[in-house]
């Protein structure tokens, strides 16, 4: 363990170490040596030593009194010291880039400048808070209370970015479209498994049933962790082509390893208000009661309105925010009795995805994803997670 005597030292040489730094950084080399004329003046005492090459002010052309000591050579019989006249040409001042590139790399390069200059700094600052640390070490006996910077490295909770990520793929065709939503499922779904063993997963109806059909007849997963949840439903028997659990039902039913079990479905021979209450209730079986259930991932689709789930442009459940599942009973879209997830629920969830295909989307497309109307699919705005949206490139011609 060091002594107090060296460690003061060490912080001291710290000290002198930034102040120098700071000065080289604040003050660049204002001309750069861009041609070097040498005299032969070899006398024989020693004259004062010059400053090194990079630290010679700057010196106008027409003042030769100005130069630099060049040691002797080791050849050099007479031991002498050269001096060299050095003349410094002040550049011409930079041009402003002319082309687009040209800007690109000057922003670039000073971008670079800065951040190399920053984190250098910073460096200093983090080694110099080590030679604190050691000193405080030495007289109290304990490391001084993390500074600032000292949570800010690693110490704290690092909370991860509260922005939300949105990104927008777009896909030649259908089959495309189903490859990358294979791929953004099956890497949601091993997140999920490999950090909290179970996968749960918000189904929405429409053309998505189909879609994922497609995909999951061809995945090979071990489906046991994967528990099926409805981000809307309509309050139908299962066997009434309307039953979003039914269509599933039929379109899984190549896949024997999905079974019923890992649906949690609605009662539909409730009403709409008791099969919401009671939604409820099985949801509080897969996720704390006391807290908004947090999906992994929801499978959202986009209604030609600009609807998602059974949230209606317009409707008032667009501001129900007391239940996490709430009851329809005039949706615009048949059959008008329905559940729905709410938006609390909704912007919970670690992961969106929309799957939006289809010229028909496309004017939708451009006011939710090009103009940003507040339409209840745009208004999917994940708080602590991400949307991503995957179009086929019909729907999004008008971007
Ligand atoms: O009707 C449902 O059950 C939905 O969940 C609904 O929100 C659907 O996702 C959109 O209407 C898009 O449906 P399409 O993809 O078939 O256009």
Redesign the pocket.
């Known amino acids: 363990m060091a002594n107090s005597s060296t460690v003061m030292s060490v912080a001291e040489e710290f000290e002198k170490l930034e102040v120098e730094v700071e000065s080289i950084l604040s003050t660049e080399p204002k001309g750069e040596v861009s041609g070097i004329e040498t005299m032969d003046t070899t006398t024989s005492d020693p004259p004062p030593v010059e400053p090194i090459l990079t630290d010679v002010p700057k010196v106008e052309k027409s003042d030769p009194k100005k130069s630099i000591l060049i040691p002797p050579r080791k050849d050099d019989p007479n031991r002498t010291f050269k001096r060299k006249k050095v003349v410094i040409n002040n550049p011409p001042p930079p041009q402003p880039p002319t082309s687009f590139e040209d800007r690109q790399v000057q922003r670039r390069n000073t971008l670079h400048n800065f951040y190399r200059r920053r984190r250098f700094s910073q460096d200093l600052r983090m080694f110099r808070g080590l030679g604190e640390t050691f000193l405080h070490l030495l007289e109290q006996g304990s490391a001084p209370p993390p500074s600032r910077g000292w949570k800010n490295r690693g110490r704290g909770t690092h909370c991860k970015s509260a922005v939300m990520v949105k990104q927008i793929i777009t896909l030649e065709d259908d089959n495309k479209v189903a490859d990358e939503l294979r791929t953004q499922i099956l890497n949601a779904a091993e997140e999920a498994i490999s950090s909290r063993n179970v996968f749960k997963i918000g189904?929405?109806?429409?053309?998505?049933?189909g879609q994922l059909a497609k995909i999951f007849t061809k995945v090979s997963a071990d489906w046991s962790n994967w528990k099926f949840f409805?981000?809307?439903?309509?309050v139908v028997p299962f066997d009434n082509s309307d039953s979003?659990f039914g269509a599933y039902k039929k379109a899984f039913a190549g896949i024997p390893e999905i079974t019923d079990e890992q649906f949690v479905a609605i009662n539909p021979d409730l009403s709409a208000e008791q099969a919401a209450k009671d939604y409820i209730k099985k949801l509080s079986i897969y996720f704390p009661p006391n807290d908004i259930p947090r999906f992994d991932l929801l499978l959202?689709?986009?209604?030609?309105d600009g609807?998602?789930?059974?949230?209606f442009p317009g409707h008032p459940l667009l501001q129900e925010t007391s239940v996490w599942v709430a009851p329809i009973t005039d949706?615009p879209?048949p059959p008008p009795s329905?559940i729905?997830l709410t938006f609390p629920v909704i912007n919970n969830t670690r992961l969106a995805i929309f799957?939006?295909?289809?010229e028909?989307?496309a004017p939708m497309i451009k006011k939710i994803l090009g103009d940003d109307e507040p339409l209840p699919a745009q208004l999917v705005q994940p708080t602590k997670g991400d949307v991503i949206w995957i179009l086929d490139k019909a729907a999004a011609s008008n971007l």
Do not use: Y
Request: net charge positive; glycine share 16%.
């Open positions: 189904l929405s109806g429409g053309s998505l049933i409805f981000c809307d439903e309509r979003t959202l689709g986009m209604g030609p609807h998602t789930c059974s949230l949706s879209k329905r729905t799957v939006a295909t289809g028909s989307k």
